[in-house]
């Protein structure tokens, strides 16, 4: 599929024709540049690239999604909202559309060269729960590495809550480290429990995905690189849930991160 196709599928939230399999890059490096491509397009008709989003950290949802390795993608000005504990967001135009409960990080400079995990916490200036809108315009979330990536890295919407910066919380990596992996979050739908996990479940912990997340995108030909004020955020401490406007949802977490709540429209 070309970048506009694939921009125009994002625009209404069709899903991808019958024969989108034989019409998608030829591996994950190919699909990359294809995704870099859709960027390129939604930048130029003014959609902000604004961090990024890294998806399939959680080890535990591998089997059931045959996706067995992170990938990621660009959040945009048009994906990404902020508050201050309860937010709406629009599902006009999602496809498929589920939730994760996540945890954003936002950027106060670019970590150096090959960053140490102290040296990636050094360039970290929040930390904030998060929901992520994840979305698949292939039908019944079937899908390989490919297409993910391909299909914007599933990314739709963003809501960002409290930030906290990141040195009230922990005063060293391996302290931020140890306190995420140990923290763990009750997913909430219409009040009534949902799920339940845990940031070890993340790469290990939310600063590890991010960390590895960093090389990758060093990898990555033509992409660019993390930079002041970018969000990013690390992967669902979950499943992800099905969601229809009218529904609120919360993650409560056990440790340090205030609530978050979101009602869809």
């Known amino acids: 599929m070309t970048p506009q196709e694939l921009l125009e599928h994002s625009d209404n939230g069709h899903l991808w024709p019958a024969d989108h399999a034989a019409r998608l890059p030829?591996?994950?490096?190919?699909?990359?540049?294809?995704?870099?491509e859709v960027r390129a397009l939604r930048a130029h008709r003014g959609e902000?690239?604004?961090?990024?989003?890294?998806?399939?950290?959680n080890r535990t949802i591998w089997p059931i999604y045959q996706v067995f390795a992170p990938i990621w993608g660009t959040v945009y000005s048009s994906t990404l909202t902020y508050c201050e504990g309860e937010g709406v967001l629009d599902l006009?135009?999602?496809?498929?559309?589920?939730?994760e409960p996540e945890v954003s990080f936002g950027m106060r400079a670019t970590p150096p060269a090959d960053a140490s995990l102290e040296q990636l916490f050094d360039a970290i200036d929040w930390i904030a729960p998060s929901f992520e809108?994840?979305?698949?315009?292939q039908a019944d979330w079937k899908f390989n590495a490919v297409g993910t990536i391909?299909?914007?890295?599933?990314h739709a919407r963003l809501l960002v809550g409290a930030q906290l910066p990141v040195r009230d919380l922990a005063a060293s990596a391996l302290e931020l480290d140890a306190l995420l992996a140990g923290t763990s979050v009750a997913l909430l739908k219409n009040d009534e429990p949902v799920a339940h996990g845990h940031g070890s479940h993340v790469l290990d912990s939310p600063l590890r995905a991010l960390h590895h997340f960093l090389a990758e995108l060093r990898s990555c030909a033509g992409a660019t690189d993390l930079q002041a004020g970018d969000v990013i955020t690390t992967g669902?401490?979950?499943?992800?849930?099905?969601?229809?406007?009218?529904?609120?949802?919360?993650?409560?977490?056990?440790?340090?991160?205030?609530?978050?709540?979101?009602?869809?429209?």
């Open 133 to 137: 809108v994840v979305q698949s315009h």
């Open 236 to 265: 669902t401490w979950t499943d992800a849930f099905p969601i229809a406007p009218g529904e609120i949802w919360q993650s409560q977490f056990s440790d340090a991160l205030a609530p978050l709540t979101v009602r869809f429209k």
């Open 26 to 36: 030829a591996d994950v490096p190919a699909a990359y540049q294809r995704a870099l």
């Open 48 to 57: 902000l690239p604004c961090g990024y989003k890294v998806g399939f950290t």
């Open 150 to 154: 391909t299909d914007g890295a599933l």
């Open 92 to 99: 006009t135009a999602c496809s498929q559309p589920r939730l």
